[in-house]
């Protein structure tokens, strides 16, 4: 191996061979900028010198262990890949919870939009919870949504007389509580800047079949 002598004709140049991370990396490169700031005359700082070439060389490549890991990216890039990673990974999970809620109410699972948004999941949540007649968290779920829309006197005056309701009563009452759901929906997607919901065939068809009971 050189060595750092310049009446032995030569510098030590950084081994390369036995870096593998880059760790091992930084501390070679530190070494040879120590010997840089001790020898003004090291060779790595002269262009005229022999060893010019190969500790250029040495360095470039220890300069790809030690940043091998590293992110090329901007912060603001990072940034907004992380956003849109989680975005991708909540509507993952919407989908999967929408799956479910579908199974359970027994909706068909073929309409269920790709891109289905959280207040269709709040909706389903509250008709499921109303389906296994769990209605205080039912209507509390509602009157958590209505409260956080502000919704106008209208609706409201719904939801108290269907909250009012016994059981039995409420079951004459679908009319209100469609109204309400619907107004849920649609005023979150308004906000979101999302698209109004189209009914579905399938909820078309069943439409049809309960007003000709």
């Known amino acids: 191996m050189e ?9 030590e140049l950084p081994d390369v061979n036995n870096v593998f991370t880059p760790e091992d990396a930084t501390s070679a490169v530190n070494k040879v900028w120590a010997d840089v700031r001790a020898d003004p005359q090291h060779p790595y700082m002269d262009k005229n010198h022999p060893q010019y070439g190969e500790f250029v060389e040495r360095m470039n490549r220890l300069s790809k262990v030690k ?10 890039e990072r940034a907004m890949e992380a956003g849109l990673e989680k975005m991708q ?4 999970a919407r989908t999967a919870r929408g799956r479910e809620l579908y199974d359970e109410l027994g909706l068909d699972e073929a309409n269920i ?3 289905i948004a959280a207040p269709e999941i709040t909706c ?4 499921a919870l109303s389906e296994r007649g769990q209605w205080d968290e039912a209507l509390r779920l509602v009157d958590q949504e209505l409260c956080r829309l502000r919704a106008p006197d209208k609706v409201c005056g719904l939801f108290a007389q269907y909250q009012a309701a016994d059981p039995k009563e409420r079951e004459q009452m679908e009319p209100q509580a469609k109204e309400i759901l619907q107004y849920i929906l649609s005023e979150s997607r308004r906000r979101l800047a999302l698209p109004p919901v189209r009914p579905t065939k399938t909820q078309n068809t069943r439409d049809e079949t309960h007003e000709g009971d």
């Open 67 to 76: 940043y091998q890991d590293a992110d090329p990216r901007s912060p603001k």
């Open 124 to 127: 389903l949540e509250i008709v």
């Open 89 to 92: 990974q909540q509507q993952t």
């Open 3 to 11: 060595t750092n002598n310049k009446s032995g004709g030569g510098y």
């Open 113 to 115: 939009p790709e891109d």
